[in-house]
């Protein structure tokens, strides 16, 4: 599904978009998204950036899972009788 997005760009930016889009005969959209795909690889192949390597195990805790929720229902349960007070 595609995502609406809002930037202000430039009047040169907008009319080279435009031109761009009418030379190559693609929506602006797909100009834009072709643009920033080839930024993102350039990068990553400059920089070497492995994004599997930088955000595999986020999920991994100290805790277990009922932990976590138990310390998530007493959170919302403090709450609660906090704000009944």
């Known amino acids: 599904m595609d995502?609406?997005?809002?930037?202000?760009?430039?009047?040169?930016?907008?009319?080279r978009i435009g031109e761009l889009a009418r030379r190559l005969g693609k929506s602006k959209k797909a100009i834009i998204e072709r643009a920033i795909n080839e930024l993102s690889r350039q990068i990553?192949?400059?920089?070497?950036f492995d994004f599997f390597s930088h955000t595999h195990?986020?999920?991994?805790?100290?805790?277990?899972?009922?932990?976590?929720v138990?310390?998530?229902?007493?959170?919302?349960?403090?709450?609660?009788?906090?704000?009944?007070?």
């Open 44 to 48: 990553e192949k400059e920089q070497s």
């Open 3 to 15: 995502q609406v997005f809002s930037a202000r760009i430039s009047e040169e930016v907008s009319r």
């Open 57 to 68: 195990g986020i999920w991994q805790r100290d805790e277990s899972a009922g932990e976590t």
């Open 70 to 85: 138990a310390a998530g229902r007493k959170a919302f349960n403090d709450s609660i009788k906090r704000h009944k007070k």
